[in-house]
């Protein structure tokens, strides 16, 4: 790489965001600058991703993203022995975008593996030049038992997708290897869930993605720093329901980006409204402030359970730190 572009390791111990004052803890990130609006993506970056990925992503504006999607369609999971569609969360992702100075860019993923995937895609990543950021699980009682592992790393947005791109040509997850999916489903979560009470009572709207129906959040009241870059909703700093099932007997799973004083009002209000607790584990390294993510899991009528979701999120942003956007 040119000096232009560099690791995350030469940016923690550069980077302005992590002095002595910044490491204390999430109230001194209050005293952080707001950064400059991430630059974006040009066309011919964006055309160069997508031909390292040898798939077409998705691109948003606002938040100057580059996404490719990595849905597992080779798996056929079951919950409890109950089927479950794969967008129900058994979709993985790759994200780049800017560092908010424009020297260079960041990536992002959280791949779908099974147990016996995970330790080879470490391997490649390492020899590729990407660092692995967590692993773990998402789910209780699915079969097969998956895993997810999120990988990350520095350098131009063509780089990081080649890098990426190398990384995944041998497994399963790469769009390459990947059947074709099947044909779409006849009835979607739009026929499945009744989407204005969902919507009324999560105070946003969802999307639907096949038999499923999905909200997704970001933490607009705070500004998460890593690697140089602002973590927002589309790389992967979000808290998420994704609905199953109908609108009388629904799965839900999901996932709360919350700050480490937030973690145990959320489990509360989680375990208050019947929602199991699965997994609590980080994303990200080196992230100011540093975001906990908690993922859940609920069985029962949709709309009590989106009541659930709706309840974590109330918790959020109450304590008053944390650095407030203003943008």
């Not at 969360?89 to 260079?104: M, Y």
């Not at 909703?233 to 199953?244: E, R």
């Not at 080196?286 to 975001?291: D, F, W």
């Amino acid at each position: 790489m040119t000096n232009t572009f560099f690791s995350r390791r030469a940016w923690l111990k550069t980077s302005t965001y992590f002095t002595a004052a910044g490491l204390v803890g999430t109230t001194a990130a209050k005293a952080s600058t707001i950064p400059a609006k991430t630059p974006a993506l040009t066309k011919e970056e964006i055309a160069a991703i997508e031909t390292a990925m040898g798939k077409k992503g998705t691109y948003n504006e606002g938040q100057a993203v580059h996404t490719t999607p990595l849905p597992r369609n080779d798996l056929r999971v079951t919950i409890k022995g109950e089927p479950v569609p794969i967008p129900f969360g058994f979709g993985g992702w790759a994200s780049i975008k800017k560092t908010v100075d424009g020297k260079s860019a960041v990536l992002m993923s959280d791949t779908v593996l099974l147990e016996e995937e995970v330790n080879p895609l470490i391997s490649a990543a390492h020899a590729n030049g990407l660092e692995i950021g967590a692993i773990h699980n998402h789910f209780f009682y699915e079969q097969p038992r998956i895993f997810y592992m999120h990988l990350h790393g520095m350098g131009t947005p063509e780089e990081l997708a080649k890098k990426f791109a190398a990384t995944i040509k041998d497994a399963k997850i790469s769009p390459a290897n990947q059947p074709a999916p099947s044909a779409p489903p006849t009835t979607t979560g739009k026929e499945l869930f009744d989407l204005p009470v969902l919507d009324g009572i999560v105070k946003y709207t969802g999307t639907v993605n096949g038999p499923t129906y999905k909200y997704t959040v970001g933490r607009d009241d705070l500004t998460v720093m890593a690697m140089g870059a602002e973590m927002t909703a589309a790389i992967g700093l979000n808290s998420w329901a994704s609905f199953a099932g109908n609108k009388d007997s629904a799965h839900v799973a999901g996932d709360i980006a919350m700050l480490e004083d937030e973690v145990n009002a959320v489990i509360k209000v989680l375990r208050s409204n019947n929602l199991e607790v699965v997994a609590l584990h980080n994303h990200m390294f080196g992230e100011n402030p540093r975001i906990i993510f908690l993922h859940y899991y609920g069985r029962g009528q949709a709309s009590t359970l989106a009541k659930g979701f709706r309840a974590a999120l109330d918790v959020l942003g109450k304590s008053g730190k944390g650095s407030h956007s203003t943008h």
